[in-house]
């Protein structure tokens, strides 16, 4: 919460609205002081130095700052690591999304030690492919599943959109391209 631009009054509000746990304002600032190195040195943390994929997304959330609710994009990087295991390599706090500030965090995990991605994982922002390709010039760029399926929708009735992912998910779900490719033949035959 405190990561988010909640006060330490705002917090003690909440934690007593939701759980009705009086906790107060001195014991959130020192938890608080407490994790603040912890998780520093997190985000600060070694990477490896190659991943398969990588999923770039920011999400936007409504904060209260100064007494207002304000939006606020937080960039996030989920990995899949070479073991085979999905790992969170970092998380950003931004005023919005935009390809200059992807830019200085993919910059940021050149500096922590990734050397190369495979895939990059991302949504359509203008800029995005070519800020990735300037620190990962090898990275294959793909544009996430869930935000082609997005970006289908508007282009489909509302009436019709049911019926529409539920031919559609074979096709998404298939595990080979030559599954996919059956599925969507049998689409077409339709």
């Given at each position: 919460m405190f990561s988010m631009g909640m006060s330490y009054r705002d917090i003690h509000q909440h934690v007593e609205d939701m759980y009705g746990i009086n906790v107060s304002v001195g014991t959130i600032n020192s938890v608080t002081d407490k994790l603040l190195p912890e998780l520093k040195?997190?985000?600060?943390?070694p990477l490896n130095s190659h991943y398969p994929i990588v999923w770039l997304d920011a999400i936007h959330y409504k904060v209260k700052e100064e007494g207002r609710y304000i939006s606020k994009a937080v960039y996030t990087l989920l990995a899949l690591n070479m073991e085979g295991k999905k790992e969170i390599l970092g998380l950003h706090l931004s005023e919005n999304e935009d390809a200059n500030y992807w830019l200085s965090v993919l910059t940021?995990?050149?500096?922590r030690g990734v050397q190369d991605i495979l895939i990059a994982c991302v949504d359509d922002l203008t800029g995005f492919p070519e800020a990735i390709a300037s620190i990962f010039p090898q990275t294959e760029v793909q544009l996430?599943?869930?935000?082609?399926i997005r970006n289908s929708m508007k282009y489909v009735a509302s009436k019709h959109q049911k019926a529409f992912m539920a031919?559609?998910?074979?096709?998404?779900r298939a595990?080979?391209?030559?599954?996919?490719?059956?599925?969507?033949?049998?689409?077409e035959a339709k």
């Open positions: 040195a997190w985000q600060q943390r940021d995990l050149n500096n996430c599943v869930i935000h082609q031919d559609l998910k074979p096709v998404y595990v080979t391209k030559e599954a996919a490719e059956i599925a969507l033949d049998e689409l």
